[in-house]
């Protein structure tokens, strides 16, 4: 059974360390854009990797496939290098 969680706990998960890990889309689009429902998150930084050329270039150096549910590591670095941490 699912709970709510307690305000404490969320704060702390505001604190926690941003860590290069592989990370679900659904999961780093919701880092970045928090206050809007997954698909429209998702479809946002679909468009922000779109909209610059240089990331867009290096993903795809890198083999990303815009198909694939999840980003490497290595997909999450370049991600934080041009658009920041979430």
Do not use: C, Q
């Not at 404490?8 to 970045?32: C, G, I, Q, V, W």
């Not at 930084?45 to 779109?50: D, M, S, T, V």
């Not at 993903?59 to 590591?73: E, K």
């Amino acid at each position: 059974m699912k709970t709510e969680k307690s305000m404490n706990e969320m704060k702390d998960e505001d604190l926690r360390p941003f860590h290069l890990r592989t990370y679900s889309k659904e999961e780093l689009a919701m880092l970045y854009n928090p206050a809007t429902p997954v698909t429209n998150a998702i479809g946002t930084l679909a468009k922000w990797i779109r909209g610059n050329k240089a990331l867009a270039a290096e993903l795809a150096a890198v083999g990303y496939n815009r198909y694939r549910r999840s980003f490497t590591p290595l997909e999450v670095s370049l991600l934080v290098k041009y658009l920041g941490e979430p």
